[in-house]
T-cell receptor, first 114, second 108 residues
């Protein structure tokens, strides 16, 4: 009954370091997403994967890469972290067909780049 | 891209009060959802409501798609209702666009 699990929950990076945020869902959803949330703003879509084997850019993809490892797992990689990437990152999953209800979000990863 | 505007940005309520949150969007959408982010950061889907009216306990929502707005009603507010309420629209499949949110504080 875990839903969407994100790791780690907190991370501090130095400018230029790399890291991968992990996300796994156990609801057999086809679609998965990565969002970032900055203070005073709503969530913005970084990348999404409509189904296993496909990935597409969202609104703010620069500086990020993603991998849809299998149906359950969708990772987000920062190759060279920058202070502008300090944010809270949320992974989400949903049913395959757009428009169906049931977006489920993970609990978030709070990332600070110094 | 589509613009999503929420009002008011902040709302302070006394426990037991009723309130209405508004979401305006700039173009036709396939999907509209309301989310609640609790003080610990967890996002919970409240309603999937591209049109019409739905109710869930003390919360209800109405979307008038032809006029491009949605309303979220909170009745008999409780302290557990505190948090940020987001409206999100899906202009094209798989791409939710979020408003900036309404921060609700319910005081005992």
């Amino acid at each position: 009954n875990a839903g969407v699990t994100q790791t780690p929950k907190f991370q501090v990076l130095k400018t230029g370091q790399s890291m991968t945020l992990q996300c796994a869902q156990d609801m057999n959803h086809n679609s998965m997403y990565w969002y970032r949330q900055d203070p005073g703003m709503g969530l913005r879509l970084i990348y999404y994967s409509a189904s296993e084997g496909t990935t597409d850019k969202g609104e703010v993809p620069n500086g990020y890469n993603v991998s849809r490892l299998n149906k359950r797992e969708f990772s987000l990689r920062l190759e060279s972290a920058a202070p502008s990437q300090t944010s809270v990152y949320f992974c989400a999953s949903s049913e395959a067909t757009g428009g169906k209800p049931g977006y489920t979000f993970g609990s978030g990863t709070r990332l600070t780049v110094v | 891209g589509i613009q999503v505007e929420q009002s008011p940005p902040d709302l302070i309520l006394q426990e037991g009060a009723n309130s209405t949150l508004r979401c305006n969007f700039s173009d036709s959408v396939n999907n509209l959802q309301w989310f609640h982010q609790n003080p610990w950061g967890q996002l919970i889907n409240l309603f999937y409501i591209p049109s019409g009216t739905k109710q869930n306990g003390r919360l209800s929502a109405t979307t008038v798609a032809t006029e491009r707005y949605s309303l979220l009603y909170i009745s008999s507010s409780q302290t557990t209702d505190s948090g940020v309420y987001f409206c999100a629209v899906e202009e094209v499949w798989y791409k939710l666009s979020f408003g900036a949110g309404t921060t609700v504080t319910v005081r005992a």
